[in-house]
């Protein structure tokens, strides 16, 4: 805490409070018998003030203690407010409740010890919760308020701080851990198993055992179709953020709380207490004046948050009735109480109707307890405190709640990108997961029944049938097995064959379930992403021609158009029974694919009963741009 002294504050402050003691001293010498020089305690004061001041920064609890010593040696003084003020704010600013309340109760004890009467006693130890309980109350209040407004501020920076695109690649890798390896594994399985029950059935020819390639196949497919559903569908996306969520701004009372009306009562019977404990009240004889000053203060801190205006007025009747003959003039410390709250609500709320009624009930005060008790005076300071308080307790609540605002708003940002990235990379792991396995599944289903179709009258052909499910197997798996290595990347990126030649290997892998394929490539992308966008448009027409046109003839075309780079995949009338509908999500993400980079697709019944899925790209692959002159047009059921 030493270092605290390096700061112009504690001496500000230390210095102000000496000088304003000084100033109280000299004030009370001269008002009063100006022949008798001051006390020794008296004169100490400023300097003791000073110390305890400076003190507050380095040994809190230590120039409490000074200050308890100067105000008990001097209780008929009020040199020692000023003192007092900061001292026990400062106990509620920094030091912990139990240490205040302690010092609270040794200065109440120092201060009520030097009184002769019970009531005094009594009136001097309300007097003093009242005024140094306040002034505590009134510091952990502005704590409490900073620490939030603090701590609103580092979690906006924080939130601040944070990058969208960390944030989003954070996103994609727990979604393609928590998705992609999952998903690869169980199609991976499944694919596995079917090529296994082929190569058995292949070497046994048995029904049952092709039988259950046939099922378990289409068992994988229904898997992977439902699978994709899933990953399409932006509403399972998990939650992508756990920050809490920030409570909405507190706003003003609109109408009378049990808050109000318990300080009210409060204020009332201290009030109360105050009236009887007074030696007057022997003398009471039931009029009812007696006890309107107790009624108008209870009423005016009842309502002084939801009409402060008509409280401060409420005050100020209040301090007229003490005035008249008959009534109540001993309600020091609920009058003190009072006029705190409402300096309080004065500098909390900040309107100026409010400032200028809180100042008005404040003078009037001031003229009633210049002219009933001018020692106590200088007490008035402590509603001005209040109200200072209650600004600065404003202020840092308005801060919090614009930190909080800003967080809020941060937090929305980051949950939108974050969203964004995780549906996605769903979406990417749901097209490269049907690029890879919706190609080889169709050709394991077609040859598995295939097989199952020939086996008792040709058994040579099921077996080369069975054949052509374990190769397309296996070179399932290796894709499988380098998608699961780089999920969510391109997952032939780094294959070095050129396009044609993987197109032809496709062709070729393709015309063993019938199809009569004639392959043209005169062109070759020179970026690897785009061929490999056109290697997976040609497996996507090449498979649905497979399942929606068996033993059609297909013709698939890649050239130089007008600079850019066109594709066609065509197929004529089926000459087989066509499988059932797909779900078309192949048709729809080779379109996204191709979109994203800055081209169109098209996908077309033709007159002569077959399909026609044509799309059209740039050499360089432009993500900022859309060819519209391209779109997607496929009927219902003729897609996968």
């Known amino acids: 805490m030493k270092d605290a002294l390096r700061f112009r504050a504690p001496w500000l402050a230390a210095s102000g409070c000496a000088l304003a003691t000084a100033v109280l001293v000299t004030s009370e010498w001269f008002l009063g018998e100006r022949g008798a020089p001051p006390t020794t305690a008296l004169l100490l004061a400023a300097p003791m003030t000073f110390v305890a001041v400076v003190l507050l920064w380095v040994r809190p609890w230590l120039g409490a203690l000074l200050t308890i010593v100067g105000f008990g040696l001097t209780t008929d003084s009020a040199s020692w407010m000023p003192g007092t003020l900061v001292t026990f704010f400062m106990l509620g600013r920094r ?107 292949a070497s046994t020819l048995d029904g049952d055992d092709i039988a259950r390639v046939a099922t378990r196949g289409t068992a994988a497919v229904t898997d992977m179709r439902r699978m994709l559903g899933l990953l399409r569908d932006p509403s399972d996306a998990e939650v992508t953020t756990a920050r809490p969520r920030l409570p909405a701004p507190r706003r003003s009372p609109g109408r009378l709380g049990w808050v109000d009306a318990l300080s009210g009562a409060v204020v009332g019977a201290l009030a109360m207490a105050e009236i009887v404990a007074a030696p007057e009240f022997s003398e009471y004889n039931g009029d009812p004046i007696t006890l309107w000053p107790l009624v108008l203060l209870a009423a005016a801190v009842a309502v002084r948050r939801r009409w402060p205006v008509a409280s401060a007025a409420l005050i100020v009747a209040t301090l007229g009735a003490s005035l008249l003959p008959g009534a109540a003039s001993t309600i020091v410390a609920a009058l003190l109480l009072a006029l705190g709250l409402l300096g309080w609500t004065a500098g909390s709320l900040g309107r100026r109707s409010v400032w200028i009624a809180s100042g008005c009930a404040l003078v009037a005060a001031t003229v009633v307890v210049a002219l009933t008790d001018p020692s106590s005076v ?97 070179a399932a798996l290796g894709e499988l097995d380098r998608l699961a290595a780089a999920i969510g990347a391109s997952p032939d990126s780094s294959v070095s064959a050129p396009l044609e030649a993987r197109i032809v290997a496709l062709a070729d892998r393709m015309r063993a379930a019938g199809l009569r394929i004639d392959v043209l490539v005169s062109a070759e992308p020179a970026d690897p992403e785009v061929a490999h966008a056109v290697y997976r448009v040609v497996q996507e027409g090449l498979t649905n021609s497979a399942r929606h046109a068996p033993g059609s003839g297909v013709a698939v075309r890649v050239e130089h158009v007008d600079g850019d780079l066109t594709l066609t995949v065509e197929n004529d009338a089926a000459r087989g029974t066509p499988a059932g509908a797909g779900s078309g999500f192949g048709l729809a993400g080779a379109a996204e694919r191709i979109r994203t980079m800055g081209g169109g697709l098209a996908a077309e019944a033709t007159p002569a009963g077959g399909f026609l899925l044509r799309a059209r790209l740039p050499q360089q692959p432009d993500r900022f741009a859309s060819r519209t002159g391209l779109v997607v047009n496929a009927s219902p059921g003729s897609s996968e």
């Open 378 to 474: 200088p007490t008035l300071a402590v509603p001005v405190a209040a109200a200072a308080t209650g600004r600065a307790w404003s202020l840092r609540e308005s801060e919090q709640e614009a930190h909080e605002r800003r967080t809020r708003e941060r937090a929305t940002e980051l949950d939108a990108a974050t969203t964004r990235a995780r549906v996605e990379e769903r979406r990417r792991i749901a097209l490269e997961l049907h690029d890879v396995t919706s190609h080889a599944l169709g050709v394991m289903v077609l040859h598995a029944g295939a097989a199952e179709a020939t086996f008792a009258d040709d058994p040579e052909v099921a077996r080369a049938s069975l054949g052509q499910v374990v190769a397309t197997g296996e």
């Open 95 to 201: 030091q912990p409740a139990w240490r205040g309340w302690a010092l609270i109760a040794a200065a109440i004890l120092a201060f009520a010890l030097g009184r002769s009467s019970a009531f005094n006693l009594f009136a001097d130890t309300a007097y003093g919760m009242a005024l140094f309980g306040g002034l505590w109350a009134l510091g952990r209040a502005v704590r409490y308020r900073s620490q939030r407004a603090a701590t609103a501020r580092v979690e906006a920076e924080r939130a601040a701080a944070e990058d969208p695109l960390v944030l989003a690649a954070v996103a994609v890798a727990r979604e393609r851990e928590r998705l992609g390896g999952e998903l690869v594994v169980v199609v991976r399985q499944a694919v596995a198993a079917m090529r296994d029950d082929a190569g058995r059935a």
